[in-house]
C-alpha cells in the first residue's frame, strides 16, 4: 500500500531541505528524463502498426521502471546515510552511460529527416549494435538491475549480490569505452571488504512489523466516495524509518516542485495525527514559540483500508517510541469511526481489549485489539476488517467465553504477538478468547442477529466500555 499525500505544508520554521549531493540530485534528474523519454516513446508507439507494438511496449515499460528505480534509491540514501559512499562510486559508474542512452533515444525520436518507423528500427538497431550482445531493451534491462543491486548494498539486503554487481559494473564499463565515456574513479573496495560480508549483511536484515502491513493484501477495498486528490505517481511520497542508534521511528515526505525535490523528516514522537476529511489523515507539529500546533502533511487515502492502517501504524510507533513524553487523548480515537463494543480478552498470551468499530464514511467494521494496560496502555495490537455481508456461519460460539471467527485475517502491530497461535480448527478460525462469559455473550449478539450490526442493536448499551471495565475489576 502507497500512503497518497495530498499536499505538504510547511510552516516558516520547519527544516526543509533541498537534497544533496549531487549525485543523489542526478538520480531524479534522470528519472525525470527516463519519464519524457517513456511518454515520448508511447506516442511513437501508438502510431506505428500493432507488428512494433511488442518489443517497444517491452522497452517503454523497462524504461519507467528505470524512473521507479532511480526515485526509490535516492529516497533510500536519505535513510541509509551511512552506506552511502560505496553507493556514490557505484552511482557514478551507471549514471552518466544511462544519460548518454536517455539522451540518444531522444535524438532519434526527434530525427524529422526520417518517418517515424525508421525512426524506431534506426534507434532499435543502432543503440543495440554498439556492444555485442547487449540489445536496446537488455541495456535498459541491465541498467535496472544494476540499481536494484544498489538498492540492496544501500538497504543491507540479505540478497545482496556482489559477483552479480561485479559483473554488472564490468559490462557498464565496457558499454561507457564503447559509447567514448571516460571511465570514472576506481570503486573504493575497502569501504565493502569480503572479509566483513557476513557481519555486514547480517546486520539489520530482520524485517520490522511495519513492513508486513504495508505489504500484505487488502482483503476488501472499501473506496471513498470524495477524495481531495489523486496521488501523483513519484512526485510525492512518505515513508517511515527507524534511526538505528536511538531506535527511534520518523516520518520522511518527499516532494518534487518544479525540477527540485525537497524532503521534510520529523520523528513520530513531534508529530500529532488526526483524521481531517473523510479520507484524509492530518500531521501537525507542536510550535512551541507560538503554544500552537501547525499543520505539517495531510495525506489522502483511497480506501478506508488504507486510511486505518497507515492510521494504527503511526500511533503504535508513537507510542512506542522512547522519545515520546506524551500521546494527546484525542489521538487514541480515529475520528468518523464509532465504537459499537468493548471488552477484555487474553490473545496470545496477553491481556488486551478488543473493541469493534463502525466507519461513519464506508459503513465499514473492524475489530481492533490494543495493549489492556501499562505503559503501553492502549497502544495498537492488531486490527481486522470483518467482511462485508457476514453470515451468521461467520462466527461460532465454542464456549461460555470463546468465539471462532471464520475469513479474518489480522494486521499486527506488535513483533512479539503471533496470530496463528489463536488460529483453531481444520479452516484455521480465529479464536476470540473472552475474560468474562457476558461480554462474549454481547459480541455474539452484536453480530449473530443480522449479518452486520445496526445502530438500533447497540442503541441500548451507550457505554459498553464501563461495563467491562468494572467487569474486569471484580
Not at 468518523?336 to 461513519?360: C, N, P, S, T
Request: hydrophobic share 40%; proline share 6%; net charge positive.
Amino acid at each position: 500500500m502507497d500512503p497518497i499525500l495530498c499536499r505538504t505544508r510547511t510552516p516558516g520554521k520547519l527544516a526543509v531541505q533541498q537534497l544533496r549531493p549531487q549525485l543523489l540530485n542526478g538520480c531524479y534528474h534522470e528519472a525525470d528524463r527516463a519519464d519524457i523519454v517513456g511518454l515520448n516513446l508511447q506516442m511513437l508507439r501508438d502510431t506505428l502498426p500493432q507488428s512494433f507494438h511488442a518489443h517497444m511496449t517491452g522497452v517503454i515499460e523497462e524504461i519507467f521502471n528505470t524512473s521507479r528505480l532511480l526515485r526509490d534509491l535516492a529516497e533510500q540514501a536519505q535513510i541509509h546515510v551511512f552506506q552511502l559512499p560505496p553507493v556514490y562510486d557505484y552511482l557514478n559508474v551507471i549514471l552518466p552511460c544511462l544519460c548518454r542512452t536517455l539522451r540518444d533515444i531522444m535524438s532519434f525520436y526527434e530525427d524529422k529527416s526520417m518517418n517515424k518507423e525508421h525512426r524506431w528500427r534506426t534507434m532499435y538497431h543502432k543503440l543495440g549494435n554498439e556492444l555485442p550482445g547487449t540489445t536496446l531493451p537488455a541495456r535498459i534491462i541491465m541498467y535496472n538491475q544494476f540499481l536494484r543491486l544498489l538498492q540492496d548494498l544501500l538497504t543491507r539486503s540479505p540478497n545482496f549480490d556482489m559477483n552479480g554487481m561485479e559483473s554488472l559494473r564490468i559490462r557498464i564499463l565496457q558499454l561507457r569505452e564503447a559509447r567514448k565515456i571516460p571511465p570514472p574513479n576506481p570503486i573504493r573496495t575497502d569501504l565493502i571488504r569480503r572479509d566483513e560480508a557476513l557481519e555486514f549483511w547480517s546486520r539489520e536484515t530482520d524485517s520490522h512489523w511495519a513492513e508486513a502491513i504495508f505489504t500484505q493484501p487488502l482483503p476488501y477495498r472499501r473506496e471513498f466516495k470524495h477524495q481531495v486528490r489523486s496521488f501523483d505517481k513519484d512526485r510525492i511520497s512518505v515513508i517511515f524509518f527507524m534511526q538505528l542508534k536511538s531506535q527511534t521511528p520518523y516520518v520522511y515526505i518527499r516532494i518534487k516542485q518544479g525540477s527540485q525535490n525537497w524532503v521534510s523528516v520529523f520523528g513520530v514522537h513531534e508529530l500529532s495525527i488526526r483524521r481531517g476529511a473523510d479520507s484524509v489523515l492530518d500531521l501537525s507539529m507542536w510550535d512551541f514559540a507560538e503554544r500552537s500546533a501547525k499543520p505539517w502533511a495531510s495525506l489522502s487515502f483511497l480506501t478506508w483500508e488504507e486510511l486505518v492502517l497507515f492510521y494504527c501504524t503511526f500511533l503504535c510507533l508513537k507510542i512506542r517510541s522512547p522519545r515520546t513524553n506524551q500521546v494527546r487523548p484525542e489521538e487514541f480515537h480515529l475520528r468518523k469511526e464509532r465504537r459499537l463494543f468493548q471488552a477484555q480478552i487474553i490473545d496470545d498470551g496477553y491481556q488486551h481489549v478488543l473493541m469493534v468499530f463502525e466507519d461513519a464514511i464506508t459503513g465499514g467494521y473492524r475489530l481492533h485489539a490494543a495493549v489492556w494496560d501499562g505503559k503501553f496502555r492502549a497502544c495498537p495490537v492488531w486490527t481486522a476488517f470483518i467482511p462485508p455481508n457476514v453470515s451468521s456461519s461467520w462466527l461460532i460460539r465454542k464456549t461460555s467465553r470463546r468465539i471462532w471467527l471464520r475469513d479474518i485475517q489480522p494486521y499486527v502491530f506488535f513483533e512479539k504477538y503471533r496470530p496463528a497461535h489463536q488460529r483453531r480448527g481444520r479452516l484455521g478460525a480465529f479464536e476470540l478468547a473472552f475474560a468474562h462469559s457476558e461480554a462474549a455473550s454481547r459480541f455474539h449478539e452484536l453480530f449473530a442477529s443480522s449479518p452486520v450490526p445496526s445502530a438500533a442493536s447497540v442503541a441500548h448499551d451507550s457505554s459498553p466500555e464501563t461495563n467491562d471495565t468494572s467487569e474486569a475489576t471484580k
